[in-house]
T-cell receptor, first 114, second 111 residues
């Protein structure tokens, strides 16, 4: 089955710790994205990558970092500099980054910082 | 810049009622338009899309027509079911720009 996987589904961390969220896709998509969703809110773009070894900041990149060493993988690190990291994190991918192609989403990771 | 406006929720309907969720947009260029659905605790799923004016997207009994003259893409379904309870997001994308999502509309369908 082709799709996007995110792991873990639930993640708990202590304040001040860095944590990395996994996102993998086997759709052969060039572009990948990370969004943050807060309760009752829409989606806000954190980072995106249109090709391997390249990525750009989205609207709320502060306190986050990413890497894109492989086409299939786009991990997101939530650093201790992120002031309010508790949220639902969604990864997405699309065939190309600059067209009008559909974005497909993973199941999400719910991060809770204690 | 691009933007999407959706009707505020929550929307509560009885089973078999008619559903309309309004969506209007502002865009530079010619956007593609999308409706996504999010069930509790899950990611977003593409529900339907339309890529040019007057196109109608449809899926699972839901429909939306791309109206360029009114810059709208309203979501409709003739008879909702309890299983349609979810949050619905209208979105657009233009060439060279990232997706823009509306704030979402929560739908609750009562038996």
């Amino acid at each position: 089955d082709g799709g996007i996987t995110q792991s873990p589904k639930y993640l708990f961390r202590k304040e001040g710790q860095n944590v990395t969220l996994s996102c993998e896709q086997n759709l052969n998509h060039d572009a990948m994205y990370w969004y943050r969703q807060d309760p009752g809110q829409g989606l806000r773009l954190i980072y995106y990558s249109q090709i391997v070894n390249d990525f750009q900041k989205g609207d709320i990149a502060e306190g986050y970092s990413v890497s894109r060493e492989k086409k299939e993988s786009f991990p997101l690190t939530v650093t201790s500099a992120q002031k309010n990291p508790t949220a639902f994190y969604l990864c997405a991918s699309s065939l190309a980054g600059d067209g009008t192609d559909t974005q497909y989403f993973g199941p999400g990771t719910r991060l809770t910082v204690l | 810049g691009n933007s999407v406006t959706q009707m505020e929720g929550p929307v509560t309907l009885s089973e078999e009622a008619f559903l309309t969720i309004n969506c209007t947009y502002t865009a530079t260029g010619y956007p593609s338009l999308f409706w996504y659905v999010q069930y509790p605790g899950e990611g977003l799923q593409l529900l339907l899309k339309a890529t040019k004016a007057d196109d109608k997207g449809s899926n699972k009994g839901f429909e939306a027509t791309y109206r360029k003259e009114t810059t709208s893409f309203h979501l409709e379904k003739g008879s909702v079911q309890v299983s349609d309870s979810a949050v619905y997001f209208c979105a657009l994308r233009t060439r060279g720009q990232n997706f823009v999502f509306g704030p979402g509309t929560r739908l609750s369908v009562l038996p």
